[in-house]
Structures are given as C-alpha cells and as structure tokens.
C-alpha cells in the first residue's frame, strides 16, 4: 500500500500513471490512498503502507509537524517528498523536511527519479536523501551539536515542548530541557523565537 499526501488532481493523475506502469514488478502498488490531510489516514492503513509520497510544493510547516510525529510513531514508514529548491530556502524547514524526508526528489525531475524509487521497492530497495541549504550547512560547520543535540534539534524548531519532545526520543523532560539549553548556549541565543531568527536570518 501506498499513501499519497496531495490536494493536487494533476499530481494525482501523474501518480495513477506511475502506479500502472509499476503494477507488474509490484502488485501492492495496485492499493493507493490519496489523502490532503495525513491526520486523517487511520493506524492501520499508516502501518501497511510502503511509502508515503508528499507533495510538497510550497511551505506547510502544520503537515512538517504532523509528518514528524508519524515519522517517530512508525518506524518502518518511508516518506518521500516531492518539493522544490525554494522549500529548502527557510532553514527552519530544511531541518524538518531532513527529519522526516527518506528521500526528497525536485519536482522538475520526480517523474524520472519517482518512477525509478518505486521500482526498487520491488526488490526492497529504499534510497535515503538529505539536503542542506548554504545557511544551514555554515551553522552546523559553527556550532558543534552533539548526536543527542542534533536528534532534538527538529522537535525543539517544530514548537513541541520538553515533556512532549520526551515522549517522542524517549528521554526524560530534564534531559531535553538540559539539551535545549545547551543548543540555545551554542547557537548565542535564550529562547526559541531568537534560534528562529538565528537559523533564518542573518544575525
């Protein structure tokens, strides 16, 4: 089963092309769900699923968040985004779509690399994909995040708090908030609206 998160009628017909032409290498295909709100897709279906493609064409941090918390409540989901260089210019987004993108594709060339994804999923085949944009790159060279600061990062930029950050990395509150210091330390600043300047703006 694949979901496809889209509130695009093109993208759709485009998918349901792709999908036929993949229908004898991996007969699953033939069980796709489109949806335009991933809240609304049930445990099970989340569970079945093979991938979950997005279309993500223009900034939506409401469906980044709401992606994150699937990405940590099911591990065997592989999401795959469909997006454009300008959804990398924000570095607040850069870090979230890294989070929970296996793999992002440019959407001028997604027909080509989307159709060769879904063919390796017949021999179980999964490729992985992270982009950085200039700023984000130069602020990870700068400031040196350990790997526990590194794995919070994304949840303290979605806005969740300690206590909710600690349900989803399973570590204490304590603990995030002892992280969450130390990157506001690192990157000079004593609350989340100066780290959202920090990362997208010149400071």
């Not at 017949?122 to 944009?133: P, R, S, V, Y």
Request: hydrophobic share 40%; glycine share 2%; charged share 25%.
């Amino acid at each position: 089963m694949i979901i496809v998160l889209t509130s695009c009628g093109y993208f759709i017909k485009g998918f349901e092309m792709l999908v036929e032409m993949h229908l004898s290498e991996a007969p699953a295909f033939r069980n796709v769900l489109y949806v335009d709100d991933i809240k609304k897709v049930s445990k099970d279906k989340i569970e079945r699923a093979k991938a979950i493609v997005v279309d993500y064409g223009q900034s939506d941090t409401k469906s980044l968040n709401a992606l994150l918390e699937i990405k940590n409540r099911y591990a065997q989901s592989y999401l795959i985004f469909i997006t454009r260089d300008s959804c990398f210019e924000s570095t607040i987004e850069n870090i979230l779509i890294n989070t929970v993108a296996d793999l992002t594709i440019d959407c001028k060339s997604s027909v080509r690399k989307l159709s060769a994804c879904l063919a390796h999923f017949a021999q179980a085949e999964q490729q992985i994909t992270i982009f950085k944009n200039r700023r984000w790159y130069q602020l990870e060279k700068q400031q040196s995040l350990t790997k526990m600061e590194t794995m919070l990062l994304p949840y303290i930029v979605s806005g969740k708090k300690n206590k909710e950050i600690s349900r989803f990395v399973n570590v204490t509150g304590k603990t995030v908030s002892h992280h969450r210091r130390n990157i506001y330390k690192k990157y000079a600043v004593t609350n989340l609206t100066g780290l959202y300047k920090k990362l997208d703006h010149n400071a």
